[in-house]
């Protein structure tokens, strides 16, 4: 074969493999396309007629995040005053900022608050549900007993004609510090009350399920009788926080129905609707009020899933109380 002949043909040759090239890529788009990514506000309120699946379908595996995971999250930033904080008694002091990086004025009430505030220990030994007040500049401050260790610090709103959000960030507290571990898995949870003498107890019924709603149903006794006169607190007969060992993932739940429309009774049984994230270990803590005063019960769960490369299930042992007990503002 002639040289200018073979040139030919590879010519030809080429240009067939560029046009082949060029519809695989118009098929599968340009590498580094940005796909779609939204975060989970971390809030449900859900009752028996409502769905806890995307009328779109479920989303798939890295779809969406916990709340409570970003210390910033569509446009909005916890920015805190110091993440280096006295023990003991010590005033913490934030600002939420917006998407132009002003303070936010303006929130949407969400169960009785514009905001709500939660300092948890990163090894979940201590909790507290707070209430922060803010000034005319949209600066957040309170006043919190913190023991030695690393803080977790959640804020919980929702911007006027925007969707709730949680935010987290870590805070630290010197001293000499120990950490606990996690209490076991149980379904009684007793609440002392050295100051009256009573006892609270609190059970657990039900189980969280990874990815599905899940009913949760607590009932509260004190010195052994039921409690048929819980006060409303937030709106409802009951505040439930859920929490994730390991990272502090944030689920906020609330219980079905509300005080005053017309169904709910305070009666000692509280029931809410949770979805955990994923199989593991969580921390409940419900709050509940009674007689004028704010209590706080607490558990250890297990959500179960089956174990990476094998057929089990994670089990759940109900084994000792979790007892709990904290201060509120």
Do not use: C
């Amino acid at each position: 074969m002639k040289t200018p002949l073979k040139l030919g043909g590879f010519i030809v040759a080429l240009a067939a493999v560029l046009a082949l090239s060029f519809g695989i890529g118009n098929a599968v788009g340009p590498v580094g396309q940005a796909t779609a990514n939204t975060h989970s506000t971390g809030e449900h309120d859900m009752t028996n007629d409502e769905s806890s699946d995307d009328e779109a379908g479920p989303a798939g595996p890295g779809d969406s995040l916990p709340g409570g995971l970003m210390v910033s999250d569509q446009g909005y930033a916890l920015d805190l005053d110091s993440t280096i904080l006295d023990k003991s008694r010590t005033g913490v002091k934030f600002r939420i900022l917006g998407p132009d990086g002003q303070p936010l004025t303006d929130f949407e009430p969400t169960h009785d608050a514009k905001l709500h505030f939660f300092a948890v220990q990163r090894d979940m030994s201590g909790f507290r549900h707070l209430h922060p007040t803010m000034d005319e500049s949209g600066a957040w401050s309170i006043d919190v007993d913190l023991t030695p260790g690393v803080w977790r610090l959640l804020a919980d709103f929702r911007p006027a004609g925007h969707e709730t959000i949680t935010l987290g960030r870590d805070a630290f507290v010197a001293g000499a510090y120990t950490p606990q571990p996690l209490p076991p898995v149980g379904h009684t949870a007793a609440v002392g009350h050295t100051a009256t003498g009573d006892d609270y107890t609190v059970t657990l019924n039900g189980q969280l399920v990874p990815g599905e709603s899940s009913e949760l149903t607590l009932t509260v006794n004190r010195n052994g009788r039921p409690v048929t006169d819980l006060e409303p607190y937030l709106a409802a007969y009951g505040h439930l926080v859920a929490l994730r060992s390991g990272d502090l993932a944030y689920l906020h739940v609330h219980p079905k129905g509300e005080p005053g429309d017309g169904t709910t009774a305070p009666e000692p049984d509280v029931t809410f609707f949770a979805t955990a994230p994923s199989a593991g270990a969580y921390r409940l803590y419900l709050d509940f009020k009674h007689d004028g005063v704010v209590r706080t019960a607490e558990f250890t769960a297990q959500a179960a899933g089956t174990a990476r490369g094998s057929g089990e299930t994670t089990p759940v042992r109900p084994e000792d109380e979790s007892p709990g007990d904290h201060e509120h503002n």
